[in-house]
Each structure stands twice: as structure tokens, then as C-alpha cells.
Nanobody, 130 residues
Framework: QVQLVESGGGVVQSGDSLRLSCEAS????????MGWFRQAPGKEEREFVS???????????YYVDSVKGRFIISRDNAKNSVYLDMNILKPEDTAVYYC????????????????????WGEGTQVTVSS
């Protein structure tokens, strides 16, 4: 089992920045992917925001179009942590942000799909006022 704990959410104004952190603990040795999803007020589904995969010390990052150029995902392998630096925040970024992790498996679906992820954090609220 893997436990994920997010931190760093808050209330900010449009144009501000925030850093979200996610620390993984437990059986992290077979994880290959970690990502961030968000669920906006009144929406039923979680939206993919960003993900990062690693293989032989090479990290690859992915973003939804709406955050490209504003958000940066990174990770610290020694700390089993993933970070999301969110810049030029907009009111439409308001949501609960969830950290997620996926373990290695024989058949992968898509890193943009919630079904690919096996572990989830409790979520952290990000509110951006105009």
C-alpha cells in the first residue's frame, strides 16, 4: 500500500503562485507515475492537470493544455515527493487538487485517466479570487 499526503493549498488572488506538495510513503518502490488531478466546484469528475513518469533517471512531464506554460511538475526521488508549482493562477483554477500515484502493471491505460492510478490523497483546496 502507498499513502499520499498533499499540502500547500490555500486562498490566493488571480495572478499569484502556489506550490502543492505530495509525499508518498509505504511501498513506493514499484510506482512509475505520479500526477495531479483537480475537481472544480459543481463538477462530478476529476480533471487531469499534470503527471510525471520516470524511467532510468529520465523524467517526463505531461500537462493539460489549460495549464501549459503556467504549472510545472517536478519530483524529488529521495523524498518520495512530487510538487506542482502553479503560477499566474486564474479563478478557473479553483478546485480541490488531488495527488495520485500509479504502480507498475502489465497493462497500462492512459496517464490522463483516473483509472490508471491506484492511490489517491485526500485532496487540498485551492481557491483563486478575481
Amino acid at each position: 500500500q502507498v499513502q499520499l499526503v498533499e499540502s500547500g493549498g490555500g486562498v490566493v488572488q488571480s495572478g499569484d503562485s502556489l506550490r502543492l506538495s505530495c509525499e508518498a510513503s509505504g511501498q513506493t518502490f514499484n510506482l512509475y507515475l505520479m500526477g495531479w488531478f483537480r475537481q472544480a466546484p459543481g463538477k462530478e469528475e476529476r480533471e487531469f492537470v499534470s503527471g510525471i513518469t520516470w524511467n532510468r533517471n529520465k523524467d517526463t512531464s505531461y500537462y493539460v493544455d489549460s495549464v501549459k506554460g503556467r504549472f510545472i511538475i517536478s519530483r524529488d526521488n529521495a523524498k518520495n515527493s512530487v510538487y506542482l508549482d502553479m503560477n499566474i493562477l486564474k479563478p478557473e483554477d479553483t478546485a480541490v487538487y488531488y495527488c495520485a500515484a500509479a504502480r507498475e502493471k502489465a497493462y497500462r491505460t492512459s496517464l490522463y485517466d483516473t483509472k490508471e492510478y491506484d492511490y489517491w490523497g485526500e485532496g487540498t483546496q485551492v481557491t483563486v479570487s478575481s
